[in-house]
């Protein structure tokens, strides 16, 4: 008996490498699922829009500024910073973050992250600026978020009101989510609710039409955020899937394998037709196509210097960004 579910164990590791890279779905699918869970959570405590894996364009640097997620809602823009430390966490004499304890072997020392947050709003302040909404100050805020449940103060230090740990973030309730906010700017009170609302309406345009990461959803509840790169396989499934390309195509469905012929199954990939004017596709505009179920994705996580291999056959659901 016990050789046998070993034999299965050993069968199951060599089938799931030939999935995907393991190394890219440890850390890498951890921390955006992390995210994801964050992502549900703070919709529900604010009650507002939630737009997750933003890329700003940053006017001092000319690069991108990744913003984990912003909330807009009819009484502020919160910009959300997830952090996944582990450990306790001191605060050193230039204001970084020392963790120490947990699993890591040594301290580790990051970045501030309340000034990364502070910079953030700056740079989603002057974006949209550039597109035509100009805020009053203050109504854009922010906050960090510590996603890991061991990431604790020491007794000697306490976190700034901005950093919400992970127990306090689980414990909230939509009630009480002025705890959450601690802030809730009265900018817009007191003029029209056609304002308000029309401002409201603006700054979820603008963001649905950000720069943003793709998504790529995977079997076992994974997901990861990163860049789509390309297809591979047999070249009839490639050409069957040239028309799969981010200017034309806004997110893409797997439907589970077939089987056909000899120990060789298919999935059907249901596409949608980008459009511009709004988010979203009606069922009418999704198209369908047949490829092998070995056929892979190329898909670069965000913040990693590997791209992994994925077969169509673990994926659920891919979206791309214009």
Not at 185 to 196: L, M, T, V
Request: charged share 25%.
């Amino acid at each position: 008996m016990w050789i046998e579910i070993l034999c299965g164990l050993v069968i199951y590791r060599i089938f799931r490498r030939f999935l995907y890279d393991d190394d890219i779905l440890g850390a890498e699918t951890n921390d955006t699922d992390a995210k994801f869970l964050i992502a549900e959570r703070a919709e529900k405590l604010y009650g507002g829009k939630l737009y997750l894996g933003l890329r700003i364009p940053d006017p001092d640097t000319g690069s991108r500024q990744n913003i984990d997620m912003v909330v807009v809602t009819k009484e502020e823009v919160v910009v959300i910073n997830v952090k996944n430390f582990s450990g306790f966490v001191d605060i050193d004499t230039d204001g970084s973050w020392i963790c120490t304890g947990a699993k890591q072997r040594k301290a580790e020392k990051h970045p501030n992250p309340v000034v990364e947050a502070k910079r953030q709003v700056e740079i989603l302040e002057s974006y949209f600026e550039q597109r035509g909404v100009e805020l009053p100050n203050g109504y854009v805020t922010y906050r960090v978020v510590l996603s890991n449940p061991s990431c604790r103060a020491l007794p000697s230090i306490d976190f700034p009101p901005e950093v919400v740990p992970f127990d306090q973030l689980t414990t909230l309730q939509p009630e009480t989510k002025g705890v959450f906010t601690g802030w809730i700017k009265d900018a817009f009170r007191g003029g029209k609710k056609e304002n308000q609302d029309g401002v409201n309406q603006q700054l979820q345009f603008i963001l649905s039409t950000a720069p943003m990461w793709d998504r790529l959803e995977l079997d076992d509840n994974k997901h990861l955020l990163g860049e789509f790169l390309e297809f591979k396989g047999k070249i009839e499934d490639v050409l069957a899937l040239r028309q799969i390309k981010r200017s034309k195509v806004s997110r893409l469905v797997i439907q589970k394998s077939s089987m056909f012929g000899f120990g060789r199954s298919k999935v059907q990939v249901l596409y949608s037709a980008r459009d511009y004017r709004s988010e979203g596709a009606s069922g009418s505009e999704w198209k369908e196509v047949t490829v092998k179920s070995s056929t892979e994705v190329l898909f670069q996580p965000q913040n990693s210097t590997k791209v992994g291999k994925f077969k169509l056959s673990s994926i659920i659901s891919m979206s791309l960004t214009a």
